[in-house]
Structures are given as C-alpha cells and as structure tokens.
C-alpha cells in the first residue's frame, strides 16, 4: 500500500535551515507528484509547493521563493524539503502529499506529518 | 491566488442527522473539459489530513457514500447525509485548478 514517511521533529533557532524527508513506498515513485504542504500551530492548511521525482522539476508558493528548495532521491525514493531563514512564524507541522485519482493536483496520500518548531 | 471561503466557521451536529458545507471561491473552478477543480479534505483530530472528495463531487476510494459533494462554477457544498461520530473534524475545500493550490479556512464539525 502507499505510504509516506516523514523524518520526526526538528526545533530550529531563528536563522537557521531545516530539512524535512518523506519516504515514499509501494507506487512507482517517479510516476506522481509530490508537494509540500503546512499548517501552523491551530491553524489551516498552506501550500507550499511541488516537486516532479521525474526530473526533479519544481514550482513554489511566492510566499516561500527563495527559502523553500524541494529536492528527490530516486534511489531512495524519498523527496525533501528545505526551509532557509527560519522565523518563528515557521513553526508548524510540514506535510508531505501524493497525488490521488483525480490528477496531479488532488492530495490523495499524506505523510505523518513533521513538527517545526523555531525558537530561540 | 485563488481565495477559498468556507462556511460556517463551526458546525455541530446530532448524530444521524444530515449536515452541510459551503465553499466559495472568487473564480470560476469550472474547466472546459466540464470538470469543476475543487477537492474536499477531512482532518481528523491529531491526524494528518485525508481525501474526500476530487473533482467536486467524485468520492476517493474508500469514502463512504454518506459523503456527497457538489456545485459548479464558484459555489460548492459538502453534504454529510447522516453525521456519525467518526466524522468529527476540521472539513477544507482546496481549489486544485492552479497554483498556488488554496484551502478554504476549515470548517470545524463536533457532536453536540
């Protein structure tokens, strides 16, 4: 069956970079796309991009051009996600997510979840 | 950006009965192929969120059939036809037609 495995919980000081995994198993892990999406402490749902393990091809949120770099290993099938510039608004849980039935944009498979926390 | 609207902010609800949620956005969703791109997500309390509905009314595998979605255009609605307990959670409609993919502010559904 799918699965996603995140890498587990980071704190982070302001300033510094943070990079999250998620491991991808029983698909083919170049056929579908993979993004990134995050929700602060209470709060909904953000997205913040895509990547294509297929080449590696990427598209960013504006909100996060710049800072956010989202990387794949085929041979590990496991995708990753940089955040730079660490604030504190940055605390949040970071998901990762499959494409489902329906196409490349509809999130059918989610990670665990990894939780961000930036503080000094 | 496409802006996602949801309401009611919160709904509670009486086990079997029916409940309903409304999602807005500020463009058109609807697509020539006749497909409207609006997804509907269930967030479970302490999980990660789950896929309920694609393409605005076409239930994920797995999804019972209490669950209907529907609308066209700008306005959709979730359309729950007999609550049950382990449908508690934060409900979002997320425009998948462009990026920035967006998600409604949630709709948070609990017992009453």
């Known amino acids: 069956q799918v699965q996603l495995v995140q890498s587990g919980a980071e704190v982070k000081k302001p300033g510094a970079s943070v990079k999250v995994s998620c491991k991808a198993s029983?698909?083919?892990?170049?056929?579908?796309?993979i993004h990134w999406v995050r929700q602060a402490p209470g709060q909904g749902l953000e997205w913040m991009g895509i990547?294509?393990?297929?080449?590696?091809?990427?598209r960013y949120a504006q909100d996060f051009e710049g800072r956010v770099t989202m990387t794949t290993d085929t041979s590990t099938s496991t995708v990753y996600m940089e955040l730079s510039s660490l604030r504190s608004r940055d605390t949040a849980v970071y998901y990762c997510?499959?494409?489902?039935?329906?196409?490349?944009?509809?999130?059918?498979?989610w990670g665990q979840g990894t939780l961000v926390t930036v503080s000094s | 950006d496409i802006v996602m609207t949801q309401s009611p902010l919160s709904l509670p609800v009486t086990p079997g009965e029916p409940a309903s949620i409304s999602c807005r956005s500020n463009?058109?969703?609807?697509?020539?192929?006749?497909?409207?791109?609006l997804d509907w997500y269930l967030q479970k309390p302490g999980q990660s969120p789950q896929l309920l509905i694609y393409?605005?009314?076409a239930r994920a595998s797995g999804v019972p059939d209490r669950f209907r979605g529907s609308g066209s255009g700008t306005d959709f609605t979730l359309q729950i036809s007999r609550v049950e307990a382990e449908d508690v959670g934060v409900y979002y409609c997320?425009?998948?037609?462009?990026?920035?993919?967006?998600f409604g502010g949630g709709t948070k559904v609990e017992i009453k």
């Open positions: 997510a499959k494409e489902g039935e329906g196409g490349t944009y509809v999130l059918g498979y």
């Open positions: 029983g698909y083919i892990f170049t056929s579908q796309f």
């Open positions: 463009q058109s969703l609807l697509q020539s192929n006749g497909y409207n791109y």
């Open positions: 997320m425009q998948a037609l462009y990026t920035p993919l967006t």
């Open positions: 990547i294509n393990p297929s080449g590696g091809s990427t």
């Open positions: 393409l605005g009314s």
